[in-house]
């Protein structure tokens, strides 16, 4: 029986769905790679290690690394590529190294959903949170500190533009949700709370020089003066004319 494909894609990511009897030989993948296998038994090859995959086996296979499927049956499988930026994106969830683990269902379950997905940023964060938790890869703690340092690098020198968590993610080429997870492991608080943290910092010094909040709420990023006054209140405990009052007071105004 000849291989049958069908293709679906969306941007950065493309879903095969395959069905026929012939073996597929070793080919190599500049992306990153899902395979589930949906039926049959096949004998996978990942870098020339050889491997028995049932339906419902699930392989994670990393960019530039190489597999093969045989078989002596009918087989059928689903394989979804993610490239470009979305393939930075998912590769934070991972190591470099192919794996092979047992889908629990979830894997299919996001495969049927594909065609109908609402948000390819919302798709890549449930399949990368769902790799993190429950596949057991390597990890290197050096490769999350260094993402939080880039994170904290990009805060400090754009407090001023108006910067989102969701700009830097994008630009570490990480997910939201990993970037918080990394944060909040290595500086026990969120982005969102840094990145403010840093814009008071910079706006208590604008009180200090007697700059108007409105000034303020724009030159440090915030949406709004009300905003800028109520975040203020929130995280200092008194309000900004309160501050500005007593910085005045100290200094004999």
């Not at 918080?180 to 990145?195: C, D, E, G, N, V």
């Not at 003066?225 to 309000?239: A, D, L």
Request: net charge positive.
């Amino acid at each position: 029986m000849r291989n049958r494909l069908i293709i679906i894609r969306h941007n950065d990511c493309e879903l095969i769905r395959g069905l026929g009897g012939n073996s597929l030989p070793e080919h190599p993948h500049k992306s990153f790679t899902l395979v589930l296998i949906r039926r049959g038994s096949l004998i996978i090859s990942l870098n020339g290690m050889e491997y028995s995959a049932k339906a419902g086996t699930a392989v994670i296979l990393p960019p530039d690394n190489s597999i093969s499927l045989k078989s002596g049956g009918i087989y059928a499988y689903e394989s979804l590529s993610v490239h470009r930026q979305m393939c930075g994106r998912i590769m934070a969830y991972l190591s470099d190294r192919p794996v092979l683990f047992k889908d629990p269902g979830f894997i299919g379950e996001l495969f049927r959903s594909f065609k109908d997905m609402s948000s390819e940023d919302d798709f890549i964060d449930r399949l990368g949170g769902f790799l993190q938790n429950y596949v057991t890869v390597e990890r290197n703690e050096k490769d999350t500190s260094g993402v939080v340092k880039k994170a904290t690098d990009y805060i400090e020198n754009h407090i001023r533009d108006g910067i989102s968590i969701t700009d830097v993610a994008t630009s570490l080429h990480v997910t939201t949700g990993y970037l918080a997870r990394a944060f909040k492991k290595a500086m026990k608080i969120t982005p969102k709370q840094y990145l403010i943290q840093c814009r008071l910092r910079e706006a208590r010094k604008e009180l200090e020089d007697n700059v108007s909040c409105a000034d303020i709420a724009y030159e440090t990023g915030f949406s709004s003066q009300s905003h800028f006054c109520t975040v203020f209140k929130k995280y200092m405990g008194i309000s900004a004319g309160d501050y500005t009052g007593i910085i005045n007071q100290k200094n004999g105004w």
